[in-house]
């Protein structure tokens, strides 16, 4: 069976820390272990388009222990060769690969060799990809993503994004908040992107919310809904 291992590079060297007070600190690594596999959420990016043909993950035993839900990439299941990043992986180097970028993710190669194991994968160029989020105060909460159309809807005055706000489980929307694009260009490679900045305010503290944003051309795409 071909493994991960065979081809990433072995793990650094422990810090001094760790190598000083090994047994200090492993009770208490072992306690938080649980809470911090608990939030560290797998990314499946079935958008993406990979540069090569894709096998299962579940082809590959060590490629499924990185996932904290392996279930989300299960053989019979529609994302079983979907371009991801395992919160438990180790990144392929990108050092050689400046036009890609590890926010879109990467899949393992059907022909896969010493020098090249997996596929960086391409972002879909009609599409959100790299939504993440950021808390202002205690009310709000600003959503950005990009879409990989070379800068296209960054330069079109009427393209203002839109996220939709729900609570969790809820089908009716609590808001619909605009925010501003602009264009972002990769200072390492000949890369432009549409990048979008959207605030949603009045959120409530303790609270489950789902959100799911788009452009603000006319037919844009949707992404899933996604809770916070």
Known sequence: ELTLNDFVK???PPSPLFTMTPMLLLPLALALLPHALSYAPDTILPSSEPTC???PWSTNATAMSM???ASAVKADGPNAKACALPSL???PDPTNFPEYTIYDGYCLCDQATSESWYSWCLPPSDVPSQVNLLPVGSSGVVVNFVIAD???RATSADNAPVAELRLK???QLVGTFLGYSTLYSDSTADRKLSYFNVEM???KERTEYEYRVRSG?????LTSWTTF
């Open 169 to 171: 489980g809820e089908e």
């Open 67 to 69: 996932f904290v839900d």
């Open 201 to 203: 305010v009045g959120l």
């Open 10 to 12: 072995g793990p650094s």
């Open 89 to 91: 992986g180790i990144n």
């Open 53 to 55: 043909d894709c096998l």
């Open 217 to 221: 051309e006319d037919g844009a795409t």
């Open 150 to 152: 070379g800068g296209e």
